[in-house]
């Protein structure tokens, strides 16, 4: 859809994009049409092309021309389908008006996305599958104990797959206390349920993470547990 929108002048490497003619209030302005990054091909990019890189579900997407000079505005000209990974007018758009978004509505998806990603990959009882999630150095503090880095916190993710059979591992009720691009924490409710022993043992805590976009893509620095 580039012969409906034009690159200009903006804030996002100097670059936005406007209208190249009129639309309709929920007609659909344009499609992210985005490209899913392997961490050998974001190592490979241009360090000016990184900012380009989003990440949903714990994977890495490239943003291409022109939809990655879509600026931000508190009052964007477009709304965001998450599904659809596309924009669409909020209301009338005039040819030459700026394509804007509301780029907070993205990040929080990003973050919505990746918890539900993470919490998957746990319940997988795989650690090959929770390893991408975790920086190297990332620090868990949970009742049974400190961990510091990704050997202790494999062995501890492990021990207790071994010691609780069939556990399924939930997140709810998350807020965000803090969220930009590069940064971000939130609490939540954690709840394990299992068979320890023959017998269901349902363990409950609030939590605490914290989160940091490494090498493209967000990982856990610290994640901490205390028992309701």
């Known amino acids: 859809m580039f012969q409906d929108v034009y690159i200009g002048k903006g804030k996002l490497a100097g ?28 190592d490979a990019l241009p360090k000016n092309e990184r900012m380009f ?22 009052h964007p000209t477009t709304e965001s389908d ?39 990959a746990a319940n997988s009882r795989i650690f090959k599958n929770v390893d991408p999630f975790i920086a190297d150095q990332a620090l868990f503090i949970c009742t049974n104990g400190t961990f510091k880095g990704k050997q202790e916190i494999k062995k501890a993710f492990e021990d207790t797959w071994a010691k609780k059979q069939n556990k399924k591992y939930s997140i709810t009720d998350v807020k965000w206390l803090k969220f930009g691009y590069r940064n971000a924490i939130c609490t939540y409710l954690f709840k394990s349920d299992g068979i320890v022993n023959g017998k269901r043992q349902v363990y409950e805590s609030s939590g605490i993470n914290v989160l940091k976009r490494i090498n493209g893509n967000w990982r856990i620095l610290e994640e901490h547990l205390q028992k309701k």
């Open 15 to 42: 670059k936005g994009i406007y209208a190249a003619r009129d639309y309709k209030q929920g007609e659909l302005v344009k499609n992210w049409d985005l490209k899913e990054l392997s961490q050998t091909e974001y």
């Open 82 to 120: 998450f599904n659809k990974m596309c924009d669409y007018a909020v209301g009338p758009i005039k040819k030459g008006e700026m394509i804007t978004v509301n780029a907070s509505d993205e990040i929080k998806y990003e973050l919505k996305t990746f918890l539900e990603a993470y919490e998957k």
């Open 53 to 74: 890189v989003h990440s949903f579900w714990g994977k890495m997407y490239l943003f291409p021309e022109p939809s990655r000079y879509t600026n931000h505005s508190a």
